[in-house]
């Protein structure tokens, strides 16, 4: 062994276990650079869909999980067999890696812990099996979680299906949420296979600890009602992007033109769009987002994945005849940006959101109020949070997604009074969240709480 497999031998080692979706490796990437530099070794246990670019991050180990699964865009539609079969399918490779491990520690140190994002749900068993305790990551938010379990409550209670009628009306317990924003929709007959998994996403078996991407101040609510429900320790240690190094995270290629381009542009002048990197919208909507930033005279930069319009084979094709020479210099139209580097830039003043955690996290930090186009799951929940609870955005709905809707919402953020109150509270929530993971902050306190659990072990 050289001297740095020495080194990295003698030290207790963290096996971390992402599920495989950008907004998921994200924060797991993040964290594991967080315990890296306070003297862990680090295994990332991945699936081989969607794998984590390993040339980036040098000073882990990368350890393939045989998942069975062919590469490609997990898409929607997908989701509810991918995860299942992800849960079935890695376990007696995970199972095998970690024998391995727990018989040679001189490789990559004794392990003391298992970190596991919540859609990973199989790591507990195998666990419990070796005797090894497991940490949950939540990549999601705390609100969430307490929404789903509100949700299946009322599935267990047979309260379903709920009155249209009643759609606006508050949820028991939750006054934040009315029935309309809890994660999946109560009207209908929710499918067995979804009940299913979200039952096992919203249990914790044997774990010892939660660690939540958030602060103590941005979800002290969610907080109380999570430590009261699951009665084990929660750390809270987020925004992890702020919290980590500059990490290198991105499963696609960022194009980093936008930031010249972003350069010459007045200051809160632009308004970025993206819907993150699940979300698949229809031709109609592409156009209609199309025309709808065009005629609101505001520069845009606007990320369109070369996957996320349904049936399409290329974004200039859809676009109606001329438009990008109509919009010229005003808007740039990218495939993947450097998103953190775009939010904190001082030329973007709005972010048109699918309210993705992530994303949610990296606006309200940079002081960036939002247009909210929630499409799923906690996106619902996040989007009425941000509106409503901490009033740094304006909704959109889905049935509202005409042009001229999109202009006039464009317009009320970017320049009208109303926006101006939104951005005034959102650089507010950046000051009090920006304390969180400064010395003696809270995040930077239950940082240091999660490093002496996680050593006692
Ligand atoms: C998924 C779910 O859809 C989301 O609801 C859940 O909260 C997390 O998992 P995703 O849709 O990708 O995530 O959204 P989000 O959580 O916002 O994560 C997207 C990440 O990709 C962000 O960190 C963002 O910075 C990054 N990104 C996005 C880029 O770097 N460039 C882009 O062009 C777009």
């Known amino acids: 062994m050289n001297q740095m497999a020495v080194e990295e031998a003698e030290k207790r080692c963290v096996v971390l276990v992402p599920s495989p979706f950008q907004g998921h490796i994200t924060p797991m990437l993040q964290l594991a650079s967080m315990l890296h530099a306070k003297g862990f070794s680090i295994v990332i246990n991945h699936s081989e869909l969607n794998p984590p670019d390993s040339s980036k991050h040098p000073e882990f180990t990368f350890l393939p999980l045989k998942d069975g699964l062919s590469n490609g865009d997990p898409s929607l539609l997908n989701l509810l067999n991918i995860i299942p079969a992800m849960n079935k399918n890695c376990r007696v490779p995970f199972q095998d890696y970690l024998v391995q491990m727990m018989e040679k520690p001189e490789l990559y140190g004794q392990i003391c812990c298992i970190i596991y994002d919540h859609l990973m749900y199989f790591i507990t068993e195998v666990a419990d099996h070796l005797e090894l305790p497991t940490i949950l990551l939540r990549s999601s938010s705390c609100a969430y979680m307490e929404a789903i379990c509100a949700f299946l409550q009322f599935q267990a209670e047979k309260f379903t299906p709920l009155p249209e009628a009643k759609l606006l009306d508050p949820v028991p317990k939750i006054p934040a949420l009315r029935f309309k924003d809890l994660p999946f929709a109560l009207t209908s007959e929710i499918p067995e296979p979804l009940l299913q998994l979200l039952e096992k996403v919203t249990k914790i078996g044997s774990s010892v600890a939660i660690i939540g991407n958030t602060t103590e101040n941005l979800e002290n609510r969610a907080l109380l009602w999570l430590r009261q429900h699951y009665q084990v320790p929660i750390f809270t240690i987020g925004p992890l992007h702020k919290m980590a190094s500059s990490l290198q995270t991105s499963l696609a290629e960022e194009d980093a033109s936008c930031i010249s381009w972003l350069d010459t542009q007045a200051t809160n002048s632009v308004l970025y769009v993206s ?162 993971f400064q010395d003696g902050g809270s995040s930077h306190n239950s940082l240091k709480s999660l490093t002496e659990f996680i050593s006692s072990f």
Not at 412 to 426: A, D, N, Y
Request: proline share 3%.
């Open 275 to 436: 819907l993150g990197s699940i979300v698949v919208m229809d031709k109609k909507e592409l156009i209609e987002t199309a025309w709808g930033l065009f005629n609101s005279n505001q520069p845009f930069l606007w990320v369109v994945r070369q996957s996320s319009i349904d049936g399409s084979t290329s974004i200039e094709h859809d676009l109606p005849d001329g438009y990008l020479e109509a919009v010229g210099d005003r808007g740039r139209i990218v495939k993947w940006a450097p998103q953190k580097e775009v939010l904190a830039h001082r030329a973007v003043g709005g972010f048109w959101s699918h309210c993705g955690w992530n994303s949610t996290l990296e606006s309200i930090v940079e002081g960036v109020p939002m247009i909210c186009r929630p499409c799923f799951g906690d996106q619902n929940v996040n989007a009425r949070y941000i509106t409503h609870v901490w009033k740094v955005g304006l909704q959109i709905g889905s049935d509202d997604l005409t042009r001229c809707v999109i202009e006039s919402t464009i317009r009320k953020l970017m320049v009208e009074e109303e926006g101006k109150e939104l951005r005034q509270r959102v650089v507010d929530m950046k000051q009090e969240l920006q304390m969180s």
